[in-house]
């Protein structure tokens, strides 16, 4: 194992339909509010990591030399690292393992999207291979909705059932992101509402879905030494786990998930987590589709396999519960993709360093953080503590 | 300033390609002009991969053993789409749907078809996980993953 690391500062942009700002000062935005969280300024920061979706999303190729005088990377090594969904995960490992290897003592790790201005299915239409899949996929309804399919037929779940939890999932997350003052959508939605919202992809409806959303997020990492010279508070990284699959959607089982469960399995043996439903205080899960989030409860052992409908119905991951899951509102509020998977690891970081604003959850010391990238092709988590 | 006052400016990026599919993949798509749908095996772990392949994702030997595999199979499962975008090539609502099909080892990726689509509940009724689908071709072939038209659902 290489040296500790600590998250010492965070920052988030105002999520949304952010026409007032062009890109990079959008991601500007978001690298001043964590050097300001931190405490630091640009002088301190010894190389910088970004990462966002395919440049088909905004149209502008290799972003990190568009970034780069917003990301204040002038003179400084700066690392580009990109795996879809889970961008954000893999940027954040990236930070840590940087400043872990010994060759930084502090990173700035930041992602991005612009969403409002292209055509995001389309663009995650193109991770699919041009030749066999790409002419059947429809983007990432298509493949979520597939595998929330396979996953009710595996295990039996009868689809009233489903629904009724997917659609408590919805209302859940939409009341958790009323406490987040970051949030995209900020409104309250009933069970009705969801059930009787606009089919896109069946028997996924319109408030199952993520919105498309504007955004930046920065975090900076610390090495132990630094963190605890600087930083009151650090959020101290205890576990990451990251796993891939094969290419072709079809060739593994998805209502399983290898690389979810085998990614969280990963990031628990370095946390020294057995009972994760136990031990964890509160998770951020990469939840864009209210029926994929159960199969997540699933591989990250919360729950036994085929049962994450009825812990929800009993109410076990919302406020309030064993284990609340996405007090932020979640990827389901707020999807700016390059930049999600790293909201994710920052609001856990919030979380264990009691920051979290109207969205903390009392006295969290394990937080877990998670995003997956592609064709339910990779899946990163990233654990962190309030104790080193 | 109000929101209305920041301008946006239109912008589009076209660029053509001539993407190579190689010995294994041509050899498929020459097949599929004769209505045949062939899949590869791996020398190590057996399986049996359609669309087929020259080496084996897991065990990372080669796939050189050609199989052909039935034209019908199972609904491992599917999804309803009525979600337009940008250059999609179906015209919603469409279904597509992961087919195992007969000795095979793995989901083939296509379209479920030849019923009438409009109306959801009625689609329901008719396409199920574990039911079994067949191939139905094009007449006229183009090279395409449609020269499969699309499998439809067999009573």
């Known amino acids: 194992m290489g040296r500790a690391v600590a998250i010492i500062g965070t920052g988030q942009t105002r999520h949304g339909r952010r026409q007032d700002v062009c890109y990079p000062d959008l991601v500007k935005e978001a690298v001043t509010a964590a050097l300001e969280d931190a405490g630091l300024a640009l002088k301190d920061i010894d190389g910088v990591v970004l990462g966002t979706m395919p440049s088909m999303m905004e149209g502008v190729s290799s972003t990190h030399f568009y970034f780069a005088d917003a990301m204040g990377a002038f003179n400084k090594p700066v690392m580009k690292v990109e795996t879809c969904g889970s961008t954000g995960q893999s940027i954040g490992h990236c930070g840590f393992y940087w400043v872990s290897s010994g060759m930084a003592d502090i990173i700035l790790v930041v992602g991005s999207e612009k969403m409002s201005e292209g055509d995001g299915q389309a663009t995650m239409t193109t991770v699919f291979d041009p030749f066999f899949q790409r002419t059947f996929a429809a983007g990432a309804p298509g493949v979520f909705t597939m595998q929330s399919m396979e996953w009710m037929y595996r295990f039996r779940i009868p689809e009233e059932k489903g629904r009724e939890a997917a659609a408590l999932i919805s209302v859940s997350n939409h009341d958790n992101a009323m406490n987040n003052p970051y949030a995209h959508i900020r409104t309250r939605v009933t069970v009705d509402d969801v059930k009787n919202a606009r089919i896109i992809t069946y028997p996924v409806r319109l408030l199952d879905v993520c919105p498309a959303s504007d955004g930046a997020c920065a975090v900076i990492f610390a090495s132990e030494e630094k963190a605890k010279k600087i930083c009151k508070k650090p959020a101290w990284i205890k576990g990451i786990g990251f796993r891939g699959e094969e290419f072709f959607y079809g060739e593994s089982d998805k209502s399983i998930w290898m690389s979810a469960t085998e990614a969280a399995k990963e990031a628990y043996r370095q946390a020294g987590i057995r009972n994760p439903l136990k031990e964890l205080d509160v998770a951020e899960i990469y939840n864009p589709f209210t029926y994929q989030e159960m199969i997540f409860y699933e591989c990250f052992g919360f729950c036994p396999r085929g049962e994450a409908p009825d812990y929800v119905l009993k109410g076990t991951f919302k406020k309030g519960g064993q284990l609340p899951c996405c007090p932020s509102g979640g990827t389901l509020c707020t999807n700016p993709i390059g930049a999600t998977g790293l909201i994710r690891m920052a609001e856990a970081a919030l979380q264990v360093t009691g920051k979290a604003g109207d969205r903390q959850v009392e006295g969290v010391k394990l937080a877990l953080s998670h995003a997956m990238g592609g064709v339910d092709q990779f899946n990163g988590v990233t654990i962190l503590g309030s104790r080193l | ?155």
Request: with cysteine; net charge positive; charged share 30%.
């Open chain 2, 1 to 155: 300033m109000s929101k209305e006052e920041y301008r946006i400016i239109k912008g589009q990026v076209f660029v053509p390609y001539e993407l190579a599919l190689g010995k294994t993949w041509s050899y498929f798509y020459d097949c599929l002009r004769e209505e045949k749908i062939m899949g590869t095996r791996c020398r190590k772990c057996s399986r049996v991969l359609v669309p087929p392949r020259s080496f084996c994702p897991r065990c990372f030997e080669a796939m050189d053993e050609w199989v052909e595999v039935s034209q019908a199979g199972i609904v491992e499962t599917w999804v309803y789409v009525n979600m337009p975008f940008f250059a999609q090539e179906l015209k919603i609502p469409f279904i597509s749907a992961q087919i195992r099909l007969d000795g095979s080892d793995a989901g083939f990726t296509h379209q479920i078809a030849g019923i009438d689509l409009s109306d959801f509940d009625r689609v329901r009724k008719t396409v199920k996980l574990g039911g079994r689908v067949k191939a139905v071709w094009s007449k006229e072939k183009k090279g395409s993953i449609l020269d499969i038209a699309y499998f439809e659902p067999v009573k």
